[in-house]
């Protein structure tokens, strides 16, 4: 597929306060196998943190901020600690470089999904998660 800029003058530029990125094989190698919250969680971080990825946000600003209860951030927080995503020493988040994953493998299908599908469909695992 040929790229092309659909809109030059609206180029994302660097905040010129902040920082936060989102490596991109985080969507396709880790995300499908986490849970909402987790996921959750885990934009949230990389969104909020310094260039060195380390914010030090309260499970109460966290849990204003996206709806996750204290029980379900702790749960979350231990589901990217056991992926090696992030690091915690109370009070401070770092989420890290993500780990090399030797055994991955792109999908054959090369399907890409944006960042609004990703959201719609963990709010649809929520919604069938809430149901059961």
Same mark, same amino acid.
């Given at each position: /597929?040929? &790229? @092309?800029?659909?809109?030059?003058? +609206?180029? @994302?530029?660097?905040?010129? %306060? ?5 490596? %991109? +094989?985080? /969507? ?11 996921? #959750?969680? #885990?934009?949230?971080?990389? !969104?909020?943190?310094? $260039?060195? !990825?380390?914010? #030090? ?7 204003? %901020?996206?709806?996750?209860?204290? &029980?379900?951030?702790? &749960?979350? %927080?231990?589901?990217?600690?056991? &992926? ?17 994953? $030797?055994? #991955? ?7 890409? /999904?944006?960042? !609004? ?8 695992? $929520?919604? @069938?998660? !809430?149901?059961?």
């Amino acid at each position: /597929m040929l &790229k @092309r800029i659909i809109h030059p003058e +609206r180029l @994302r530029q660097p905040p010129g %306060r902040g920082f936060s990125w989102l490596d %991109r +094989r985080f /969507m396709h190698e880790f995300a499908p196998s986490l849970g909402c919250e987790s996921i #959750y969680l #885990y934009l949230f971080l990389a !969104g909020v943190s310094d $260039k060195s !990825g380390i914010s #030090y946000y309260r499970e109460s600003t966290i849990q204003n %901020r996206i709806g996750i209860t204290p &029980k379900n951030i702790i &749960k979350a %927080r231990e589901e990217l600690l056991g &992926k090696d995503l992030i690091a915690y020493e109370t009070p401070l988040y770092q989420v890290l470089s993500l780990p090399i994953r $030797k055994e #991955y493998c792109p999908p054959a299908s090369s399907a890409v /999904m944006s960042l !609004g599908e990703l959201m719609t469909s963990i709010s649809l695992r $929520k919604e @069938r998660a !809430g149901a059961l």
